[in-house]
């Protein structure tokens, strides 16, 4: 079997992407605890079925995806708390800052993404999490992450259900032309053959309407989801965007930090800067280019209403070779209590 996707099937990635960085970083197998170990040297090398497999650098498996790695290392740099903490995970993707998060003690993560299908079974699977997907951040308001927190955690049902229980009641119905019940027996409340007929057309037109989805519907929260929390207020939110500056993502996450909560957004300077200052590839090779994205988030953390804590460079390069920074603001705390 190819080497990245016995990785997966063996549970040790969560993805052949995950699984070929690992790779990279050094696995080899063996067939039996007296055999030698063989070195995987790529991706496509075949590893025998029940072979013994070890990572020689396992950090690339921590989190769902290298994400969660970026996450970890501006977590420990700024100090900011997750313990205890509801999240807003912005750009929730794969689920890597999710993972994260979740790992560090958050006690409940609101994922948003554009994208739909994305996030990882085993989150998604997770009561912690709720995961809003097709929403783009820049248009998020209190209300409409409500409303789309409420689409994600319900379900469709029939405004009007057929009701069994009222259906026109002729126990012996079937009996009487045939003479087999008595003469005295007191049919007063049959329901009659019109009625009858009239239920039978009722259902048929429902059933019509229904295969045409023009049945009307109420949403009802899934079962086991109706105690969820979705307050729009969060103590922190975390976000790795691309293809869109933060300049314009950040108005609208201000309302939904809670007094004296934290923002930690991951910087992507590509998308922060003109065409022409971009590279081949879309890589930004000028390091001169750095200090005037940090004074431009700086700016826009001020015209939103943040106090900037620090800028951080990532502990992890982004995949293209791009250096990419986390910003550290928080928003002012509650005035205090008379």
Not at 25 to 54: F, M, S, Y
Not at 107 to 126: F, K, N, P, T, Y
Request: net charge negative; charged share 25%.
């Amino acid at each position: 079997m190819r080497a990245d996707v016995f990785l997966v099937e063996g549970g040790h990635a969560a993805t052949r992407s995950q699984a070929q960085r690992l790779i990279a970083a050094g696995v080899q197998w063996r067939l039996a605890p007296t055999l030698p170990w063989h070195a995987v040297a790529k991706n496509g090398d075949d590893i025998p079925a029940g072979a013994e497999v070890q990572l020689l650098d396992a950090a690339e498996a921590k989190y769902l995806s290298r994400g969660g790695l970026k996450l970890e290392g501006a977590l420990a740099a700024s100090g900011v708390r997750v313990a205890g903490r509801r999240c807003l995970d912005v750009g929730q993707s794969t689920g890597g800052f999710t993972d994260c998060l979740l790992q560090h003690g958050a006690v409940q993560v609101i994922g948003v993404d554009v994208g739909q299908a994305q996030l990882h079974e085993r989150l998604r699977a997770d009561a912690r999490v709720v995961a809003v997907e097709g929403v783009n951040a820049r248009h998020l308001t209190p209300d409409a992450l409500r409303e789309a927190c409420e689409d994600a955690l319900g379900e469709r049902v029939e405004a009007d259900p057929e009701d069994n229980q009222t259906q026109p009641h002729a126990p012996y119905a079937w009996m009487r032309n045939g003479g087999l019940i008595d003469d005295d027996y007191d049919d007063s409340d049959d329901a009659k053959e019109h009625e009858i007929e009239a239920f039978k057309a009722e259902r048929a037109a429902k059933a019509k309407a229904r295969a045409a989805g023009q049945v009307r519907t109420v949403r009802r929260r899934r079962k086991g989801t109706e105690k969820i929390d979705i307050t729009p207020s969060f103590g922190l939110i975390v976000g790795d965007l691309s293809f869109i500056s933060l300049t314009l993502v950040l108005p609208a996450l201000v309302p939904l930090l809670a007094p004296g909560g934290d923002l930690l957004m991951l910087v992507k300077p590509q998308f922060e800067l003109a065409p022409g200052q971009i590279g081949k590839g879309g890589v930004v090779r000028d390091a001169a280019l750095y200090p005037v994205v940090e004074q431009r988030l700086r700016q826009a953390c001020a015209d939103a209403g943040l106090q900037v804590i620090e800028w951080l460079p990532s502990p992890i390069e982004g995949g293209d070779g791009n250096r990419e920074f986390f910003i550290h603001a928080r928003a002012a705390a509650a005035p205090a209590a008379a």
